[in-house]
């Protein structure tokens, strides 16, 4: 794409709002906007950042054998009476009325929906297990909304559910999720903690967080100094040593990445979900669910990687593969046209590029918006590029700049691309 063309500009300045670094530089990078406190915009650049996310999560859910289904958005007051959490729900819903009067709420996660539509389709031992998932927007009727992406109220995430035949064989599928989840955050550049965690409104005998460590984290977790044991606050109160292995304890903090329950089956027996066993006998449906905010996942990336000067997204995640921009002096036309050039050569090659390719800007501020938008990649064609026989190569965030010949170029990326 053409830098001079792409909507969502970089800002020289944070937004007054901003308190978290990710709101800073995803707001100064142009890949976000806010349209009121926890309410936000995703401009293109972010748009293909999220989608990156999306097809990670998509690719690990569907090899763990869930299938993907949309559910709706506009759930009925009905369903959440079966379950009591229509008042009991924290943070609250979004309720809202139908012209019929009818009371409808937004829906904040979706455990009511697809369990009633599991009884419909579910009756069999045949049928069990089965796992769906969806990507779809959650709203969040949130006391206090700030912290960027870290704290939304309407936001896409991927809540996947499953359906067992017996208790054991719910465990068996909660523990290949935790895998499947381990694999997401290390391909989007993450280090995650697995820790116990309560169930909160959701409920569930055992659930897991995934929490990646950050000083800027608004969740406190205890970890064993000695073992892998880990608990969140509300789990480990006032323990000091571990209960696994009685080694010392210390307090980290965090942001919360992910959330798993071992639902168990108080949603199936509140809608009724059973299915035949081979026996014939009628039996109740376990159940889990797993879920992930995609943006909150995408502000925590930014937590994690970045310099003072902004974003450095890590190889899967970014938003175009190359940064190309060209340094023109005034009253020469060599190196925008080998700019423009290597732009049509690279995009050939199935790469992904971002050409800077405004002839007004200095090189100045063509350096500082690259190191804001944070592509991995950079190639500068300068006059004393060419002279020096090519195109500037580097990468973000590491020193050191090489000279390569616009012959070698394309092969060039690739290989330092698998190395990233
Ligand atoms: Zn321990």
Not at 356 to 365: L, V
Not at 370 to 388: T, Y
Request: charged share 25%.
């Amino acid at each position: 794409v053409l830098y001079s063309q792409l909507f969502g500009k970089t800002l020289r300045q944070p937004p007054k709002e901003a308190e978290t670094l990710s709101h800073k530089y995803l707001a100064q990078g142009g890949y976000i906007d806010q349209l009121v406190a926890g309410v936000y915009s995703l401009l293109p650049l972010g748009v293909r950042v999220q989608s990156k996310i999306a097809n990670i999560i998509r690719e690990e859910m569907v090899g763990i054998g869930a299938q993907e289904v949309y559910l709706p958005t506009l759930q009925p007051k009905s369903l959440w009476e079966k379950t009591g959490r229509w008042e009991k729900i924290d943070p609250p819903l979004f309720v809202t009325k139908d012209r019929h009067e009818k009371e409808l709420c937004l829906g904040p996660t979706h455990e009511e929906v697809i369990t009633d539509l599991a009884q419909r389709f579910i009756s069999s031992y045949r049928e069990l297990p089965l796992s769906l998932f969806q990507i779809q927007t959650k709203f969040r009727n949130e006391m206090r909304s700030s912290g960027g992406l870290l704290r939304v109220r309407e936001f896409l995430m991927k809540d996947l559910y499953s359906f067992h035949p017996s208790e054991r064989d719910l465990e068996k599928y909660y523990q290949v999720v935790l895998a499947a989840y381990q694999k997401i955050y290390q391909r989007c550049g993450l280090t995650v903690k697995i820790v116990s965690a309560s169930g909160g409104t959701i409920g569930g005998k055992e659930t897991h967080e995934f929490i990646c460590l950050a000083e800027t984290g608004e969740d406190t977790i205890v970890c064993c100094q000695e073992c892998d044991w880990a608990a969140n606050r509300e789990v480990a109160p006032g323990i000091t040593i571990c209960p696994r292995c009685r080694g010392r304890v210390k307090v980290l903090k965090g942001i919360e990445v992910g959330h798993i329950f071992k639902l168990g089956t108080r949603y199936s027996e509140a809608f009724d979900l059973t299915y035949t066993d081979s026996q014939g006998r009628e039996q109740p449906v376990w159940m889990g669910c797993y879920g992930i905010g995609l943006g909150r996942l995408l502000a925590t990336v930014v937590e994690a990687h970045h310099d003072d000067k902004g974003i450095v997204w890590p190889s899967s995640l970014s938003p175009y593969t190359i940064h190309l921009l060209t340094i023109p002096q005034k009253g020469e036309t060599k190196v925008t046209e080998v700019g423009r050039e290597l732009y049509t050569l690279l995009a050939d090659a199935g790469l992904e590029v971002l050409f800077d390719d405004r002839e007004e800007m200095s090189a100045g501020t063509k350096l500082k918006d690259a190191d804001l938008i944070g592509i991995p990649v950079r190639v500068v064609v300068s006059q004393k590029s060419l002279f020096a026989g090519g195109v500037e190569f580097s990468r973000r965030g590491a020193v050191g700049v090489e000279v390569v010949p616009v012959a070698k170029l394309a092969k060039k990326i690739r290989e330092v691309y698998i190395q990233l």
